[in-house]
């Protein structure tokens, strides 16, 4: 499982998933550049990783940092969008607001999760695919979430997902004749930072850490035929089994659609 030489981008990495998932690109082999709002800009964080500040709900600040990574490597080979909003202040006065109904939700969070999830998503997926058809190989990931297909407690995260999920499956349609695979993957719970903050009212039995996400981004990076994956929803704990990696405990925790979630 060897990135050596190869250019990946993760959107919103300062922390959680996307961060885990940066680290394991890195530790296989692949120069890996980060965005986030509060990472040093355009400085190195250790030897294969890079920092670039960047709000992804500001155009300019996104196509200035896709430009910068095109003119510092020539091209991207993989690119992540896990950047999202609307996790803010998920515990207000006291209350864990997520579950509240939707007719009670402040309109600032459907905004926030297609503003800087979906639309984010989408942009810099535009500025990443001129790079990738032009070497006919490359491979997006959209980290997206089972709440896409059921009922998750908050119904304007479930349609941002679907949403994303649609995406992917529209743009894998245009990008599979230039070689280009382009995936929804789908974590379990992971430990994330937000997460733990509210950890007392939930079950982190079968949880995940941000790098096994990682691993799995790296099993399907290292893939020669990963465009038979096109396209599709793909669930990293399904991935682990078919792939043969584990979390970083030595686990393999078990997807959600088998755990009965």
Not at 108 to 117: I, N, S, T, Y
Not at 167 to 180: F, Q, Y
Not at 223 to 247: I, M, N, Q, S
Request: hydrophobic share 45%.
């Amino acid at each position: 499982m060897d990135l050596d030489g190869r250019v990946a981008v993760v959107t919103g990495a300062t922390r959680g998933v996307g961060r885990g998932i940066s680290r394991e690109l890195a530790r296989h082999g692949a120069r890996v550049f980060v965005t986030g709002r509060s990472v040093p800009d355009r400085a190195p964080l250790d030897d294969r990783t890079t920092g670039i500040r960047c709000d992804h709900r500001d155009d300019a600040q996104v196509a200035a940092a896709f430009d910068y990574i095109l003119q510092a490597c020539g091209a991207i080979d993989i690119l992540v969008n896990n950047v999202w909003g609307g996790y803010e202040r998920m515990v207000d006065d006291g209350e864990f607001t997520w579950p509240r109904p939707f007719w009670q939700q402040p309109l600032w969070r459907w905004d926030a999760m297609f503003g800087a999830g979906v639309r984010a998503h989408y942009r810099a997926s535009q500025l990443a695919a001129p790079s990738m058809t032009a070497q006919e190989r490359g491979l997006i990931v959209n980290i997206s979430s089972f709440a896409a297909v059921m009922y998750a407690g908050n119904v304007a995260y479930g349609v941002s997902k679907a949403a994303t999920d649609k995406m992917t499956a529209d743009m894998a349609t245009e990008l599979k004749r230039h070689g280009v695979a382009v995936v929804s993957l789908y974590p379990g719970l992971v430990r994330t930072e937000k997460v733990m903050e509210s950890a007392q009212w939930l079950d982190l039995s079968n949880s995940e850490s941000p790098e096994f996400i990682g691993r799995a981004v790296v099993a399907l990076a290292t893939d020669g035929d990963v465009l038979r994956h096109t396209g599709k929803v793909l669930v990293a704990a399904t991935l682990a089994a078919d792939y043969g990696f584990t979390d970083l405990d030595g686990t393999t925790p078990r997807p959600l659609t088998i755990a009965g979630a």
